[in-house]
């Protein structure tokens, strides 16, 4: 069956700019996760949505960051005024059920701020 | 603060012997542990996981094993296949809230 997606895959931005990046998560899903991966680093915490409920913002790095999740389903992470510091993978993961369950990740996207 | 690492960030094994990475975490209220799998180019792969009530936990050819006093968790792969080569993480979870914190990796390299 499909998993979970993410789009783009790679993404180059010029340092300054805002970009948007795409999660589809297991359709079903009702929580949802965006990590950022640095080069040879563990996984770092973002955000959490499950349901309705509002989300766990908590991971967030600064206020340039933020996500929306519409309908329940499809999730942006957008970024806004990229620093070069940014350069990360971003990965998104979905779970059918809240809290600390089996979570399936999606390939992520690159991130490169020039 | 919390902290989850890893003793060894790189392990070589031939092909057909047993695995051991190993886990160490800080944080005594951790209640939940998972094992993820990353192959270059992908997100993690879930693998296995266990909770804190257990100290054993068995899959496919992986046993998770958590040692509370000491706190520290080990992921045994029997019978390597060139396939494992990936890099491995756990992850605790405190049941109270949302974030799990990841480890740095161990990257394992099976030897034909």
């Known amino acids: 069956g499909a998993g979970v997606s993410q789009s783009p895959s790679n993404k180059v931005t010029e340092k300054g700019k805002d970009v948007e990046l795409r999660c589809d998560p297991i359709?079903?899903?009702?929580?949802l996760y965006w990590y950022r991966q640095s080069l040879g680093q563990g996984l770092e915490f973002l955000i959490y949505?499950?349901?309705?409920?509002?989300?766990?913002k908590s991971g967030l790095p600064s206020d340039r960051f933020s996500a929306e999740r519409t309908g329940g389903s499809v999730s942006t992470l957008t970024i806004q005024r990229t620093q070069q510091e940014d350069s990360a993978v971003y990965l998104c993961?979905?779970?059918?059920?809240?809290?600390?369950?089996?979570?399936?990740f999606g390939p992520g996207t690159r991130l490169t701020v020039t | 603060g919390e902290s989850v690492g890893l003793h060894l960030p790189t392990l070589s094994v031939q092909e057909g012997d047993n695995s051991i990475i190993n886990c160490a975490y800080s944080?005594?209220?951790?209640?939940?542990f998972i094992w993820y799998k990353q192959e270059s180019g992908k997100g993690p792969q879930f693998i296995i996981d266990?909770?804190?009530?257990?100290d054993k936990r068995q899959g496919q050819r992986v046993t998770v094993l958590l040692n509370k006093t000491v706190k520290h968790l080990s992921l045994q792969i029997a019978a390597t296949q060139p396939g494992d080569s990936a890099v491995y993480f756990c992850?605790?979870?405190?049941?109270?809230?949302?974030?799990?914190?990841f480890g740095t990796g161990t990257s394992l390299t099976v030897i034909p």
């Open positions: 993961a979905s779970s059918n059920r809240g809290g600390p369950y089996e979570q399936y």
């Open positions: 359709s079903g899903h009702t929580a």
């Open positions: 949505f499950q349901g309705n409920s509002a989300p766990d």
């Open positions: 944080n005594s209220a951790s209640d939940y």
């Open positions: 266990i909770r804190s009530n257990m």
């Open positions: 992850a605790e979870n405190k049941n109270t809230g949302n974030q799990f914190y």
